[in-house]
């Protein structure tokens, strides 16, 4: 089956850094997407990765492992706007039509204190 | 500015009734989803396009219907028949389905509902 799990919640303070872990099982792998959603608000999106490695983009970097079905999106100096949830994607490489579609983890909540 | 809309953002129904929700889209994208968001739960998947007069059914279709008469447009119809249809629904679009960092774009959603 396909499954990603991912923290339900997480707490950090403001000017940290905080680790949100995704595991994956799928029948495919095609790329790994984070999303960030405040409350009420569409997601939008934050990082991409297909090889092995970090990518990094201003204070977010998000590392994949494929070996391991694993990736984490790490933030550095927290700030306050960054409470929201964050979303963990795989896009599938199933066959036929449902190839290409993303399989959505439930998402972490960040909650960032001062 | 090119985006995907939707409207509208709240939307209140009677149980029994259909309802319609919009998505346009200016980014010229072939591709096209529609979601539904619960609490506690991640996105799932209610149908798909890749093109123009072509749709298919994601994970959790059943009382839902959609048509793509049109490039830019992905109305979603949620009928009488879908048994628990309050939900927080997002409409999104992507270059094409299949290969690439081709991230997918997400309308500010419609919150719908029924009573």
């Known amino acids: 089956g396909q499954n990603i799990d991912q923290p339900t919640e997480m707490t950090a303070t403001e000017g940290a850094i905080v680790q949100i872990n995704c595991t994956y099982q799928t029948s495919g792998f095609n790329g790994l997407f984070w999303y960030q959603q405040h409350a009420g608000e569409a997601p939008t999106f934050l990082s991409y990765?297909?090889?092995?490695g970090l990518e990094e983009k201003g204070r977010f970097s998000s590392f994949l492992s494929r070996s391991k079905g694993y990736s984490y999106l790490l933030l550095k100096e927290l700030q306050m706007k960054d409470s929201a949830s964050y979303l963990c994607a795989v896009r599938d490489r199933g066959y036929g039509g449902s190839q290409g579609n993303l399989i959505f983890g439930k998402g972490t909540k960040l909650s960032v204190k001062p | 500015d090119g985006g995907i809309t939707q409207s509208p953002k709240y939307l209140f129904r009677k149980e029994g009734q259909n309802v319609t929700l919009s998505c346009e889209q200016n980014?010229?994208?072939?591709?096209m989803y529609w979601y539904r968001q619960d609490p506690g739960q991640g996105l799932r998947l209610i149908y798909y396009s890749q093109i123009v007069n072509d749709f298919q059914k994601g994970d959790i279709a059943e009382g839902y219907s959609v048509s793509r008469e049109k490039k830019e447009s992905f109305p979603l119809t949620v009928t009488s028949a879908q048994k628990n249809p309050t939900a927080f629904y997002l409409c999104?679009?992507?270059?094409?389905?299949?290969?690439?960092?081709?991230?997918?774009?997400f309308g500010p959603g419609t919150r719908l509902t029924v009573l």
């Open positions: 999104a679009s992507s270059i094409d389905r299949l290969a690439g960092k081709n991230e997918q774009f």
């Open positions: 990765n297909v090889l092995d």
């Open positions: 980014l010229n994208h072939d591709a």
